[in-house]
């Protein structure tokens, strides 16, 4: 399984943006833009702490297991990969649909004298911010999930480069 690449979700989130911001000034031109709605930030919140939580339950889980516990429940290997495969997921859904309301955000801040307005840019700003948690945790997740032998694999891999 390959590792999330913090380029190809900038690169996500960027092209997203500029796209988002492009189709929200051409909306705004032919009729009303279409609203950001309130639970976007509040559903990618939730999925950041879901993802946080499984990423600290498995990491415990794992260092029970380590340290040799007798009380230690082990980590199903299917379990664990269906966890990164989950993470991966949000984190890309998460650069897409952050940059989406980021590019709407920006095109927002022309006009934050219209309280209606403002409402939406500062939604668009909080959903940023939390597809930017869910990225986090989906990351530390990955992290928490990586086998010994892929950190040896990479140490060698760099050293002959």
Same mark, same amino acid.
């Not at 989130?13 to 189709?23: E, K, M, N, P, Q």
């Not at 639970?39 to 498995?58: F, K, M, N, Q, R």
């Not at 340290?67 to 230690?72: D, L, N, S």
């Not at 949000?90 to 952050?98: D, E, R, T």
């Given at each position: 399984?390959?590792?999330?690449?913090?380029?190809?979700?900038?690169?996500?989130?960027?092209?997203?943006?500029?796209?988002?911001?492009?189709?929200?000034?051409?909306?705004?031109?032919?009729?009303?833009?279409?609203?950001?709605?309130? #639970? $976007?930030?509040? *559903?990618?919140?939730?999925? !950041?702490?879901? @993802?946080? =939580?499984?990423?600290? %339950?498995?990491?415990?889980?794992?260092?029970?297991?380590?340290?040799?516990?007798?009380?230690?429940?082990?980590?199903?290997?299917?379990? #664990? $990969?269906?966890? *990164?495969?989950?993470?991966? !997921?949000?984190? @890309?859904? =998460?650069?897409?649909? %952050?940059?989406?309301?980021?590019?709407?955000?920006?095109?927002?801040?022309?006009?934050?004298?219209?309280?209606?307005?403002?409402?939406? #840019?500062?939604?668009?700003?909080?959903?940023?911010? !939390?597809?930017?948690?869910?990225?986090?945790?989906?990351?530390?997740?990955?992290?928490?999930?990586?086998?010994?032998?892929?950190?040896?694999?990479?140490?060698?891999?760099?050293?002959?480069?």
């Amino acid at each position: 399984m390959k590792e999330l690449r913090i380029r190809v979700l900038a690169g996500v989130f960027v092209v997203a943006a500029i796209l988002s911001w492009a189709g929200a000034r051409l909306w705004n031109s032919i009729g009303t833009l279409p609203s950001v709605p309130l #639970a $976007a930030p509040i *559903v990618l919140g939730l999925i !950041a702490v879901v @993802l946080l =939580a499984t990423a600290l %339950s498995l990491r415990a889980r794992l260092k029970a297991q380590r340290e040799r516990r007798p009380e230690a429940k082990g980590v199903d290997p299917l379990m #664990a $990969a269906r966890a *990164v495969v989950f993470g991966q !997921a949000s984190a @890309l859904v =998460a650069a897409l649909v %952050s940059g989406m309301y980021g590019g709407t955000g920006v095109f927002l801040l022309e006009s934050l004298d219209i309280p209606a307005r403002r409402d939406q #840019a500062i939604y668009a700003g909080f959903s940023v911010l !939390a597809g930017i948690a869910v990225i986090a945790a989906a990351i530390f997740l990955e992290r928490v999930c990586r086998l010994p032998e892929d950190d040896d694999h990479e140490k060698g891999a760099a050293s002959t480069a």
